[in-house]
């Protein structure tokens, strides 16, 4: 299950995505998010998932790869449509138990619903996927930018992000190690009741928090010798440069919006 968790990996390709600027896909991510609650119907929200697909596409990603980014959030997925399926009144009643009652636009709602998260995620897991950690962190420190004249530290904020993102991998990694150290040992991780399962993972808790402040302190000291002073005077090896490509992909969006929000005018709405 550990295995299966990519959030924060980079995935190095010549795709169309990979070649946008990073600027640019920081943007359109989060406009894509805003773009998944715009929909009202099957109409807009099938427009989203046709921009995802397409987007898929051209970064060249395999299928597998994204569907390792939704597998650890399919518990809340299906969580949240079972509660919108028995919540959710109206239209026909398909079955009725007690103070549980599944009815067609039930139904329908939590379906909505789950293809709405899965686009999020999907989404959302493409900017690290055809993002580099460094590229990522000069894109962000440019955004944030105009935030130094109100004295904010741009440049700490961003390198503070990337390197969160950057080690989740590592932590995962470390953990499954951890757990497969203590299962060898004969501990019991998976048998039990709530409280058992939670007491089990002690043992798994204290070597990682241990192994993550001895991590961060090498990485500290490894800044530190290579006279690493913060963002002030600092030369970057590539340069950020906007292109047809990144305007074409800004346009993109654009009508996606707008044909969301004519869509929601002229249908009628699932919700």
Known sequence: ?????????????????????????????????AAVFVPVNWYGLGLAVLFLVTA?????????LLWKSIKPILPIILFTALLNM???????????WGI?????????????????IVCLIAGSSLLTYTTGPTTLTDALERLLGP??????????????????????????????KIMSAQKARGADMESGGLLQRIKALVPVLIPLFVSSFRRAYELAMAMECRCYHGGEGRTRMKQLHMGLRDAAAVAVMLLLFTAMILLNCWTAPVL
């Open 56 to 64: 898929v596409a051209l970064s060249r990603l395999p299928v597998k």
């Open 100 to 116: 549980l009652k599944l009815t067609s636009k039930g139904l329908v709602n939590a379906a909505f619903l789950a293809v709405r």
């Open 147 to 176: 935030l130094k004249v109100i004295r904010v530290p741009v440049h700490e904020i961003a390198m503070m992000m990337t390197i969160a993102l950057r080690f989740i991998p590592t932590l995962v990694e470390e953990t499954d």
């Open 86 to 96: 028995f919540y959710v009144g109206g239209g026909t009643v398909l079955w009725e």
């Open 1 to 33: 299950m550990l295995n299966d968790i990519t959030i924060g990996q980079f995935f190095p390709g010549n795709s169309l995505i990979h070649r946008l600027d990073p600027r640019v896909k920081i943007l359109l991510t989060i406009a894509y998010i």
